[in-house]
């Protein structure tokens, strides 16, 4: 008898790519079916005790009676959930995190539960590098202006000028797949790449980057990109103490995750010329709410946390929790597992 799979994709990570990838590292032999949860239509939020996950409990307890196995990117993995799916044996979250998964939960539950790191690493790298760059040169502005018909030629006087890459110190706070990446670009582009990350190993950096503490690379660099986790030391590590050290007219980025910033902070180091350029995918509150001052001050390029999102991301995401499940199916050791002492014994 086949195992039963359920491939619970939404409309970035297709289910029907979900569903060709898991039958090829299966060679074919899992019964899967399939779902397509809301997101990104539906905003993904809190479903139960879980976050940032798509989908109701009452839709995943139907589609998950008899199946052994879900491919998800979204969908919840709750207490109610696992209490009724018994023949749940193993979730695969084609995410950097399983942060949609009550882990504690499934652990007690004896569910196996996987993630995807570095799925996205390339995509956000590459995103990085055009906010920087067009916070940089004051795209985000002129682009505005001119699509409302305002052509406007003083932004060739020197107060207004931009800032190019090669020559200029560049700081980037965070040195794991996506801020390496980043800093293998620059450094080809000619920038001065400094790094603050405590975990960095040195030979990782050498001909690429110089490490620093985070107030040299403050003090030291023009454009600052954030890279780093959100832990309780670096929720709201930059504030207007730590902009006031950067060069006057400097640029700032963040891809990586809106608790690391004090926005209002970089909204005043804009209007005062502290900064004068901002570029951010992430923010404080997503989507950012009407009157928000991120809207109106001048010098910022925003997208909508779109830096992770390629078609080459969602085909990756697919392939490595299919994998995944190709490992367990043949009784190999699973390659990403948050909880691997499920499969001890």
């Known amino acids: 008898?086949?195992?039963?799979?359920?491939a619970a994709g939404d409309h970035f990570?297709?289910?029907?790519?979900l569903v060709d990838e898991v039958k090829q590292a299966t060679d074919g032999a899992v019964d899967v079916t399939e779902i397509k949860l809301p997101w990104p239509h539906t905003p993904f939020g809190k479903v139960a005790e879980v976050i940032e996950a798509s989908g109701t409990e009452d839709e995943l307890i139907e589609a998950l009676q008899g199946v052994e196995v879900c491919v998800t990117q979204l969908a919840p993995l709750t207490e109610r959930i696992l209490a009724n799916c018994p023949d749940l044996k193993l979730m695969c979250i084609s995410r950097g995190g399983?942060?949609?998964a009550n882990l504690e939960a499934a652990t007690k539950q004896g569910v196996a539960v996987c993630y995807a790191p570095g799925r996205n690493?390339?995509?956000?790298?590459?995103?990085?590098?055009?906010?920087?760059?067009?916070a940089a040169r004051g795209v985000g502005d002129t682009h505005v202006e001119m699509r409302n018909g305002t052509w406007r030629g003083d932004y060739y006087d020197y107060d207004n000028c931009g800032i190019e890459i090669e020559g200029a110190t560049v700081g980037l706070?965070?040195?794991?797949?996506?801020?390496?990446?980043?800093?293998?670009?620059?450094?080809?582009?000619?920038?001065e790449v400094l790094v603050c990350d405590p975990y960095v190993k040195p030979e990782l950096v050498e001909g690429i980057a110089e490490p620093v503490s985070l107030d040299e690379l403050l003090i030291r660099s023009r454009i600052v990109s954030l890279h780093a986790r959100v832990t309780e030391e670096t929720t709201g590590m930059i504030g207007a103490e730590q902009l006031a050290k950067m060069p006057r007219g400097s640029v700032l980025v963040n891809c990586a995750r809106g608790a690391l910033l004090d926005y209002d902070a970089v909204c005043d180091a804009l209007d005062s010329g502290q900064l004068s350029g901002a570029g951010f995918d992430v923010f404080p509150e997503e989507p950012v709410p009407a009157g928000s001052r991120l809207l109106t001050t001048p010098g910022i390029v925003m997208t909508p946390h779109i830096a992770g999102g390629s078609q080459e991301v969602a085909h990756k995401a697919?392939?490595?929790?299919?994998?995944?499940?190709?490992?367990?199916?043949?009784?190999?050791?699973?390659a990403h597992c948050a909880n691997p002492e499920v499969l001890e014994g």
């Not at 008898?1 to 359920?6: A, E």
């Not at 990570?13 to 790519?17: E, G, N, S």
């Not at 996506?178 to 620059?186: E, F, Q, T, Y």
């Not at 697919?318 to 699973?334: Q, S």
């Open 1 to 6: 008898m086949s195992t039963k799979v359920l």
């Open 13 to 17: 990570v297709l289910p029907h790519l």
């Open 98 to 100: 399983p942060v949609n």
């Open 121 to 134: 690493a390339v995509a956000t790298a590459e995103h990085t590098l055009t906010l920087l760059l067009a």
């Open 173 to 191: 706070i965070g040195y794991g797949a996506i801020g390496s990446r980043v800093a293998k670009v620059l450094s080809a582009m000619g920038a």
């Open 318 to 334: 697919a392939r490595i929790v299919a994998g995944e499940v190709g490992r367990y199916l043949r009784g190999e050791p699973l």
